[in-house]
């Protein structure tokens, strides 16, 4: 990421010549790195690629400047609203079985009225598309009902 396009660009340049000259260094680690070490700026990109010569290729479109779906290995993006982007829109993933527990979240609820408040409007727009209501689920008595994906 970086505060503008132009710093943007010049990232990748910098990162593709580190890349290039160091073939030791693996993508999983820069990856980790670059996650791990920098800042979240308005201005971001990702590279994705299954070798070494994927990802250059991307890093090449990147500092060039490619127009957005240009490159098949690149995406990028801003959080700036004078970039021209609507805003996106917010969508929740529920990955299935996992870490859920009966009554999470009921301490938060109880002592949070912020909380108690999402998860009550959370609770309100889901309800009519489950067979029983959400609260029921997760703060009820059965804990097998965690247990089914359509939860």
Request: aromatic share 6%.
């Amino acid at each position: 990421s970086a505060k503008t396009p132009a710093a943007l660009r010049a990232q990748a340049r910098r990162l593709r010549t580190h890349l290039a000259g160091h073939q030791e260094a693996t993508p999983a680690d820069i990856g980790y790195s670059l996650a791990t070490g920098r800042a979240a700026l308005q201005h971001r990109a990702a590279v994705l690629g299954t070798d070494r010569a994927e990802l250059l290729r991307g890093l090449d479109a990147l500092a060039e400047g490619a127009p957005e779906g240009a490159a098949p290995h690149l995406v990028t993006g801003s959080t700036d609203p004078a970039a021209g982007r609507e805003p996106g829109r917010t969508a929740f993933l529920f990955s299935g079985q996992g870490s859920q527990r009966l009554g999470m979240g009921r301490e938060l609820y109880e002592a949070f009225p912020v909380f108690a408040d999402a998860f009550d409007a959370c609770c309100a727009h889901l309800d009519g598309h489950l067979e029983l209501p959400l609260r029921e689920v997760v703060f009820g008595e059965d804990a097998e009902l965690l247990d089914e994906t359509r939860f």
